[in-house]
């Protein structure tokens, strides 16, 4: 038997996953960015905020449509303890200093791409989705076997994610024009770095792939 990682979504077996796609790392007001001063945020930011705007949300919401159209499980993964102070994130997570309590606004998915209905959203504590929550379970439940990623950020949470359900035996489809991290350099290197775990594809074919299914 041929083996191969380009096969097309059947809607039927599949799920878009958007990663930390949230106020705290995607809106301007997001306590990662707290303090700093303008003319530091805009020289460290500018970029990777022009971006999300100009392109990557707008790609997001373009998949998220297509998506839920077709029928396929949309979901979403925030950085959220599951306590106020943070007890329970990962060591790393401490020594970096993420803490995005629990209930805050921090750790709601973005406006732009909010999720409707009974869509799932499982807060995690790590950089893995599927280390620091339940969702291989919760996906092979919902009989998951194509899982589509987008979100933030490229080279750190989403490389983390593709991996890892790679190894756990799903087939990934990374929409590259729907992920982003922090220079272009870096996004371009993740995405030649990760390519050998998942089919790659841009916004536009898989809109249309899902047009067709």
């Known amino acids: 038997m041929n083996l191969t990682r380009d096969v097309p979504l059947k809607p039927d077996q599949s799920a878009l996953l958007f990663i930390d796609v949230q106020n705290f790392a995607a809106h301007r007001d997001g306590a990662e960015f707290d303090g700093l001063p303008p003319d530091d945020f805009a020289q460290k930011y500018g970029w990777f905020f022009d971006q999300l705007d100009t392109y990557v949300i707008p790609n997001m919401q373009a998949i998220q449509s297509a998506c839920r159209t077709a029928g396929v499980e949309v979901m979403y993964t925030t950085i959220e303890s599951l306590t106020l102070d ?116 841009t916004t536009a074919e898989l809109v249309a792939e899902l047009a067709d299914a």
């Open 86 to 201: 943070g007890r329970d994130r990962s060591l790393d997570y401490k020594i970096t200093g993420f803490n995005v309590p629990k209930g805050s606004w921090d750790g709601k998915v973005v406006d732009q791409i909010a999720p409707v209905g009974d869509e799932i959203i499982l807060p995690k504590s790590s950089s893995s989705v599927f280390v620091s929550t339940h969702i291989d379970y919760v996906l092979r439940n919902l009989g998951v076997k194509q899982i589509v990623i987008s979100g933030l950020i490229t080279d750190q949470c989403v490389e983390s994610a593709i991996r890892d359900a790679c190894d756990l035996g799903y087939l990934v489809t990374q929409v590259t024009d729907a992920c982003l991290t922090y220079t272009q350099d870096r996004h371009d290197h993740s995405l030649q770095t990760i390519k050998g775990y998942c089919r790659q594809v």
